[in-house]
């Protein structure tokens, strides 16, 4: 059984198969409403410019949500519970080379939405950036502590795109945190881990 946060019920872990079923079905569903967003609304899609100085923003945004979130873990005992929760569920199950794809999946359909059409449909301001990253923490749900640094992560990388008008740093940035942050926890917890294979 995985144990979930306080106040919540236990689940069943899922299997390999499912988490992978999962990441590519809301990967499926981020993208056609990221598309139907752009056929109904007359709002501009964030570009993605292939700039080196643009990638290398992405890497060092994302690997500084990697350490604050490894801050956050040893300080927060909350937000530990639900992470462990979150990534029990999901990271736990996968191989070794399906980090790829929990590093891309999320990566690219999220940002698509969430940076690339809802933040300049909301306006590339403030109340926008707010908006679109409580609604990316409420997407993350496994426990308000976790809802609660999702939408911090989402502010970070909604000014990250912000900044730069490059929907490449986000993408990125989102990509290093989701790829580094399973492979320190993969790394972390051998001993329960199948074989790298």
Same mark, same amino acid.
């Given at each position: 059984?995985?144990? *979930? *946060?306080? %106040? +919540?019920?236990? &689940?069943?872990? /899922?299997?390999?198969? +499912?988490?992978?079923?999962?990441?590519?079905?809301?990967?499926?569903?981020?993208?056609?409403?990221?598309? /139907? @967003?752009?056929?109904?609304?007359? #709002?501009?899609?964030?570009? #993605?410019? @292939?700039?080196? &100085?643009?990638?290398?923003?992405?890497?060092?945004?994302?690997?500084?949500?990697?350490?604050?979130?490894?801050? #956050?873990?040893?300080?927060?005992?909350?937000?530990?519970?639900?992470?462990?929760?979150?990534?029990?569920?999901?990271?736990? *199950?996968?191989?070794? *080379?399906?980090?790829?794809?929990?590093?891309?999946?999320?990566?690219?359909?999220?940002?698509?939405?969430?940076?690339?059409?809802?933040? $300049?449909?909301?306006?590339?301001?403030?109340?926008? =950036?707010?908006?679109?990253?409580?609604?990316?923490?409420? =997407?993350?749900?496994?426990?308000?502590?976790?809802?609660?640094?999702?939408?911090?992560?989402?502010?970070?990388?909604?000014?990250?795109?912000?900044?730069?008008? %490059?929907?490449?740093? $986000? &993408?990125?940035?989102?990509? #290093?945190? %989701?790829?580094?942050?399973?492979?320190?926890?993969?790394?972390? %917890?051998?001993?329960? +881990? +199948? $074989?790298?294979?």
């Amino acid at each position: 059984m995985v144990e *979930p *946060p306080a %106040n +919540q019920p236990e &689940i069943e872990p /899922l299997t390999r198969t +499912q988490v992978l079923i999962f990441m590519g079905v809301t990967a499926v569903v981020l993208l056609l409403a990221a598309k /139907l @967003w752009l056929h109904f609304d007359s #709002v501009a899609l964030l570009p #993605v410019r @292939w700039l080196a &100085i643009d990638l290398v923003w992405g890497v060092m945004v994302g690997g500084l949500i990697t350490a604050a979130s490894a801050l #956050v873990y040893r300080l927060w005992p909350a937000y530990r519970r639900s992470a462990d929760f979150y990534v029990r569920l999901v990271v736990e *199950p996968l191989i070794w *080379p399906d980090l790829i794809w929990l590093g891309l999946l999320p990566g690219l359909s999220e940002e698509l939405l969430f940076r690339g059409v809802m933040l $300049p449909a909301l306006g590339m301001s403030w109340a926008g =950036l707010l908006v679109s990253s409580i609604c990316f923490g409420i =997407l993350h749900f496994s426990g308000w502590p976790y809802v609660i640094w999702a939408t911090v992560v989402g502010l970070l990388l909604g000014y990250s795109a912000l900044a730069t008008g %490059n929907l490449l740093v $986000p &993408i990125v940035a989102h990509i #290093v945190t %989701n790829l580094v942050g399973s492979i320190m926890w993969k790394l972390g %917890n051998r001993d329960s +881990q +199948q $074989p790298l294979t």
